[in-house]
């Protein structure tokens, strides 16, 4: 589970090397709470909690109702330093965050932009207004607002936030405006937008590419000259302070905790009209409060997986299938459902890529242990795949898109409401799988990449149906990325 302190200490640092480098000023005024946890990916506590460490240390001033108020004055050369320390800590972070940017974010807009008209869209004709501007920031704010609409238009519950989640870090960390990094001109946008509009893939991949690779460059050889400006400062330790929360505002522990419970009685670790372990062990394992390990079990009463009755513990249940149209009905639930397809259709968008990326790193010993897997009774050889390929990952900030989005796809969770074809659709996932397994072995990473997005295509389109017939009907207007094929697989 995502730590609370590293959310907290990406906002702090932010928000204190901005104030102490003198990019906000005394007498400026920060954004609104909700406006910074929008931005910056947070909760409301935690930005209240790093504005109340802000203010403790003398950098703001805080009145009710009113937004937050900078009193700090830095003198001009220790404000320097504090910026370029503050920009060198970070510089391999920045450059790990762009070639995410540039491996993940073609492929997201590219199926985006497949299912819309994107000449539709009302940003589009903003932009192509501002097609012969010279001014490069009110061009380049068109063209993000044109691809946060495209993004949205997909339905896709995540790709927006995912998006500004990369875009607001690869800006804020810098946190100099003034200093113009990217040369942008009208042809480089038309270029881009081109590429959306032809539906072509390999185009779509490389110019959205060789931008954001040009844009790690310009940064790299910005950080230079400050590093030699700056080279008798003392640096700290680079920091990788990349994260992304996709489920900022929500309960996120005692949710996770309740559908890791639901994945172990799927796969009959807890079976059914046994006890859970005590509130109090399950406390310990899972490192959180004991009120805590209630909400999740209270959560599994209200779902019918559990039963928790007074002086004799819980009683692990699986529901009846009605269950699941209960479910349906209850706004909490569908919200839950419609994250858990969108992460779906996110990993079946972007695994693709990450897999091409990783595959040179999969060891024999690796593979061997995927193999094994193949054949379990209860095991689901795709989840240790990519398990697998979130490890071999390099770059941190792809790391932990993967880690996040893996984590919203508890294998057991929803497959325990699909119960009475459970049997055939691992049987089919088990055969996609190893087909991908087979084209690995022989070296074909095309073949290899292609099976793992159609396995993600085929839980969501499996999922995504059986959802929609017990109520769920807003799950239609998430498509399936891949088309399944035959199940007359090799």
């Not at 937050?68 to 003198?75: G, M, S």
């Not at 920031?137 to 990369?166: M, T």
Request: net charge positive; aromatic share 10%.
């Amino acid at each position: 589970m995502l730590s609370k302190n590293t959310l907290f200490e990406f906002l702090y640092q932010n928000l204190h090397d901005q104030i102490t480098c003198g990019h906000l000023k005394p007498g400026d005024t920060l954004p609104s709470m909700p406006q910074l946890a929008a931005t910056y990916n947070v909760g409301i506590r935690t930005v209240k909690d790093v504005l109340a460490r802000l203010k403790t240390e003398g950098l703001i001033q805080t009145t009710e109702r009113k937004p937050a108020r900078v009193i700090y004055r830095a003198e001009k050369n220790s404000a320097s330093q504090s910026y370029a320390v503050g920009l060198l800590r970070r510089q391999e972070s920045l450059t790990e965050v762009y070639q995410t940017m540039g491996l993940i974010l073609p492929s997201i807009f590219h199926f985006s932009a497949a299912h819309c008209d994107i000449k539709k869209l009302p940003s589009y004709q903003k932009l192509l207004k501002k097609n012969n501007c010279q001014d490069t920031a009110a061009l380049d704010a068109a063209f993000s607002a044109l691809l946060n609409e495209l993004l949205r238009s997909s339905n896709n519950l995540l790709y927006n936030d995912l998006y500004n989640s990369l875009k607001t870090y690869s800006k804020v960390t810098l946190a100099a405006p003034k200093n113009m990094l990217f040369k942008y001109d009208p042809e480089t946008f038309r270029l881009l937008l081109a590429a959306l509009q032809s539906n072509d893939y390999q185009l779509v991949n490389k110019r959205f590419n060789d931008m954001y690779l040009s844009f790690s460059i310009s940064v790299n050889k910005y950080i230079r000259k400050v590093y030699k400006k700056y080279q008798q400062a003392e640096i700290p330790e680079p920091v990788y302070d990349y994260n992304w929360s996709a489920e900022k505002g929500r309960d996120h522990y005692y949710t996770q905790i309740a559908r890791d419970l639901i994945d172990k009685i799927t796969a009959s670790i807890y079976e059914p009209g046994t006890l859970l372990p005590y509130e109090a062990v399950l406390a310990r394992n899972y490192k959180v409060s004991i009120s805590t390990i209630r909400k999740s079990l209270a959560l599994l009463n209200e779902i019918g997986f559990a039963e928790t009755i007074n002086t004799k513990g819980t009683i692990v249940r699986l529901p009846p299938t009605f269950i699941t149209a209960n479910c349906m009905q209850n706004e909490r639930y569908k919200k839950d459902t419609l994250i858990y397809l969108s992460a779906l259709q996110l990993m079946s968008v972007i695994i693709k890529p990450v897999a091409v990326a990783a595959a040179g790193r999969i060891d024999p010993q690796t593979q061997k242990a995927w193999r094994s897997e193949f054949g379990q009774p209860g095991k689901v050889p795709l989840a240790l795949i990519v398990n697998s390929l979130i490890e071999l990952t390099e770059l941190q900030p792809l790391r932990a898109i993967l880690q996040e989005t893996n984590k919203l796809l508890h294998w057991g969770y929803y497959l325990a409401f699909h119960r009475q074809n459970l049997a055939g659709t691992t049987d089919t996932l088990c055969k996609y799988t190893w087909q991908a397994y087979l084209y690995l072995e022989a070296r074909d990473i095309e073949g290899f990449s292609t099976y793992l997005a159609i396995c993600f295509s085929y839980i969501l389109e499996t999922i995504r149906d059986f959802i929609i017939q017990h109520g769920l009907h807003e799950a239609a207007k998430l498509a399936t990325p891949y088309k399944i094929p035959d199940l007359n697989i090799k």
